[in-house]
Nanobody, 122 residues
Framework: QVQLVQSGGGLVQPGGSLRLSCAGS????????IGWFRQAPGKERVGISC????????SYDDSVKGRFTISRDDAKNMVYLQMNILGNEDKAMYYC???????????????WGQGTQDTVSS
């Protein structure tokens, strides 16, 4: 079964850090641009980061630029999102999925991770 399996996330205090992981199951992530998307309560899902499958180039939404870092380890079939200096505005459900190369847009493949809830609370 082809799927993306997420782990990580949770509850963190303002200013804290979290790391999300996304594993390819049943297929190789190699050569796919994989990104992270988030959906805050009452809002639409938006793309926040994407890493190219061809050259590793990273793309970020302005809302996370300088605080979040996307990376990939093709040998482990994993993509990661390191999130630092988290604030209330980062509270959302986070998803991994294919993204459009060199952008933070949905890649349109249709396979999404199951989602992980990240909560920032003091």
């Amino acid at each position: 079964q082809v799927q993306l399996v997420q782990s990580g996330g949770g509850l963190v205090q303002p200013g804290g850090s979290l790391r999300l992981s996304c594993a390819g199951s049943g297929f190789s992530l190699r050569h796919y641009a994989i990104g992270w998307f988030r959906q805050a309560p009452g809002k639409e899902r938006v793309g926040i980061s994407c890493i190219s499958g061809s050259d590793g180039r990273r793309s970020y939404d302005d809302s996370v630029k300088g605080r979040f870092t996307i990376s990939r380890d093709d040998a482990k079939n994993m993509v990661y999102l390191q999130m630092n200096i988290l604030g209330n505005e980062d509270k959302a459900m986070y998803y991994c999925a294919a993204c459009l190369e060199y952008s933070t847009k949905d890649g349109g493949i249709g396979n999404w991770g199951q989602g992980t809830q990240d909560t920032v609370s003091s």
